[in-house]
Antibody
Framework: QVQLQESGPGLVKASQTLSLTCSVS??????????WSWVRQRPGKGLEWIGY???????YYNPSLKSRPTISGDTSKNQFSLRLSSVTAADTAVYYC????????????????WGRGTLVTVSS | DIQMTQSPSSVSAAVGDRVTITCRAS??????LAWYQQKPGKAPKLLIY???SLESGVPSRFSGSGSETDFTLTISSLQPEDFATYYC?????????FGQGTKVDIK
């Protein structure tokens, strides 16, 4: 059974870079079948998709984050990571890693598996 | 970006009630829509994808319908474990976007 687990500092200073890692167990992050993603949820707010890494190299980022995120993969450790630069208080959120799996048509994909999430607070 | 608007923002219901949540997309997204359930302090859980396909292991009291811009999630007979917040999400155009959520609480 595939499981995802986020890890990283729970406190980051404003203007610095947030770094989180998602460890994948029971499956392979190098599988070309999945879109390994990061999603965040600000306190009391809805969900915001940050981006994905696919097939160990192809990436996409939500334009709303203005070139600040970087998602990378480490196949040797079966992990993928998020770096978010120049953070502000607005980046305080629970960060989830999630797996995107294609639907039966193969046209699109959805988040079918999630980690438990990790709270990151940006301090001034 | 495609904007997803859910209604109502919250609904109070009793065990056994039929509950319907609506999601409207700002443009045609065909049937590329998912519904997620989130309980406090927990990660979202995929319930429905492609507007009406039930994810494996999800109880059959959950159903989804709709296409183009208007979609519905229905819980046919609300159970105690169904009190949660529900989100829709479009998977038609990048970036994927979510609705603001609908909280289902106990009447």
């Amino acid at each position: 059974q595939v499981q995802l687990q986020e890890s990283g500092p729970g406190l980051v200073k404003a203007s610095q870079t947030l770094s989180l890692t998602c460890s994948v167990s029971g499956g392979s992050v190098s599988s070309g079948d999945y879109y390994w993603s990061w999603v965040r949820q600000r306190p009391g707010k809805g969900l915001e998709w940050i981006g994905y890494i696919y097939n160990s190299g192809s990436t996409y980022y939500n334009p709303s984050l203005k070139s600040r995120p970087t998602i990378s993969g480490d196949t040797s450790k079966n992990q993928f990571s998020l770096r978010l630069s120049s953070v502000t208080a607005a980046d305080t959120a629970v960060y989830y890693c999630a797996r995107g799996a294609r639907d039966r048509s193969g046209y699109t994909w959805y988040f079918d598996l999630w980690g438990r999430g990790t709270l990151v607070t940006v301090s001034s | 970006d495609i904007q997803m608007t859910q209604s109502p923002s919250s609904v109070s219901a009793a065990v056994g009630d039929r509950v319907t949540i609506t999601c409207r997309a700002s443009q045609d997204i065909s049937s590329w829509l998912a519904w997620y359930q989130q309980k406090p302090g927990k990660a979202p859980k995929l319930l429905i994808y492609d507007a009406s396909s039930l994810e494996s292991g999800v109880p059959s009291r959950f159903s989804g319908s709709g296409s183009e811009t208007d979609f519905t999630l229905t819980i046919s007979s609300l159970q105690p474990e169904d009190f949660a917040t529900y989100y829709c999400q479009q998977a038609h155009s990048f970036p994927w976007t979510f609705g603001q959520g609908t909280k289902v609480d106990i009447k």
